[in-house]
């Protein structure tokens, strides 16, 4: 289990342009970039036992976050 947080920058190098012009022009892709980053935060902060949770809900946010990382490359990809 990796403790490093999963920021998005870091996961898509390449597109770090494009997803800041799609946070300024689209709304539904900056509310995915949010709630990407505030699930990935609370798994980063579970995983570090800063706030620490039962794993059924560890594995849930991290699903959650696999979701929208995943909604977040399709939208990468028009």
Do not use: C
Not at 18 to 27: E, G, H, R, T
Not at 52 to 70: N, W
């Amino acid at each position: 289990m990796s403790h490093t947080p999963h920021e998005l920058a870091e996961e898509f190098p390449d597109h770090v342009e494009q997803m800041s012009a799609l946070k300024q022009s689209d709304a539904h892709f900056a509310k995915l970039f949010d709630s990407y980053h505030e699930v990935n935060r609370a798994v980063h902060r579970a995983e570090t036992n800063v706030e620490p949770i039962d794993s059924f809900a560890e594995t849930d946010l991290r699903k959650q976050r696999g979701a929208l990382k995943d909604e977040i490359w399709s939208y990468l990809q028009k």
